[in-house]
Structures are given as structure tokens and as C-alpha cells.
């Protein structure tokens, strides 16, 4: 006489019987919310610790920027003097190893005045209200320039370094203003030969 098997209960069959060392889990409602709540509130750290990180390095980017003395800009009428401050900006980031989508918010910091009123619209109408972050450099120094060193001024510059001679200038002061008008001519002066020659002649 076969005894029943004790992990039966009754009315249940040796095929319907569960395996020999199983469980099967019951998770009630109440489980399954707290897990989606600890699973929300894990994510919700996580991003709030890598903003943080991110503020913390945005600061100390700006705090670098700003001790090597930058200069600000207001806008201005004399396009060498805005073809300066873009070039001592590169100096300065190059000088700080600034990442690139922290050169354009870095800029815009030391807009005023007409400048800072220029970009806000640039922002708006150019870039329909992108972030500054997402802004390239080449494309922030593109508008700039097509602003503040139009193409009649680049022009007139180039026309300007063509005719230029030492004159009365010293060999520092003519330097000075040789390498200044070069730029609007970057194709008299491709190389050292071409450079030399409008130097000397």
C-alpha cells in the first residue's frame, strides 16, 4: 500500500506537486511599490551627485577664467579692437586648458552693454535659444566677427597691410602693427618666406 506523499495537499496529484527544493515567490503590492520608490529615490541622488560634480567643476573653470584677468566687452566701432579680445580670449583659454563647450558661456560672462545685447538676440535668432554650452566656439567667433569685424573692415584692414612700410616706426612698433594687419591677410603670409618678404621690402 502506497502512503501519500506528505508535500501533497489533498486533491492534489504527483504531477501537479511542486519540485523537490522550489519556492515560488508572492510579492504583494505593498513590495512592489517600495522597490519602485527606493529605485526612484536612487536615481534621484545619483543625478542631484552629478550635478553637483558639475556645478562644482563649472565654478572652478569660471574662478580660473576670471583670475587670469580677462578683459570684458562692450561692443565697439574699432573692429582691431574686437579682433584683440577674441584673440586674447583664445590665449586665456588655451592658457587654461578651457573644455570646449565652456569657451562660449565663459565669453558671453564678459559681454556688456551693446555686446551683451547683440548676443541675447544672436542667442534668440541665430541659435533659437540654444544653450550657450551647446554653442561651438568656431561658431560663436564666426557671428562675432561677422558684427564687430565686418567684411568692408577686413577688407579695409587688408588694403591697410599692403600698403604698409616701417617709415618712421621702430622695428618694435613696426612689428607690432605688421603682425596685427597680417591677420586680415592670412594668404600674403602663408609662409615664413612670403612673411619675411613683406616684412623686409
Known sequence: MDLPDPD??????ASQAAPVGSTIPVVGSDTLSQFATLVAQMMSETQSRASTVRSEDIDKHLQLFLRLKPPRFEGTVEPRAAEEWLRRLEKTFDGMQCPPDRKVPLAVFLLDGEAKRWWIGQQKAKFQGKLNSLITWEEFSEEFRSWFVPPSARQQMQETFLRLVQGSRTVM?????????????????????????????
Do not use: I, W
Open 8 to 13: 501533497m495537499t489533498d486533491g492534489q496529484s
Open 173 to 201: 612698433q613696426y612689428e607690432v602693427e605688421f603682425t596685427a594687419l597680417a591677420r586680415y591677410a592670412p594668404q600674403l603670409v602663408s609662409t615664413s618666406a612670403e612673411k619675411c618678404y613683406r616684412f623686409l621690402r
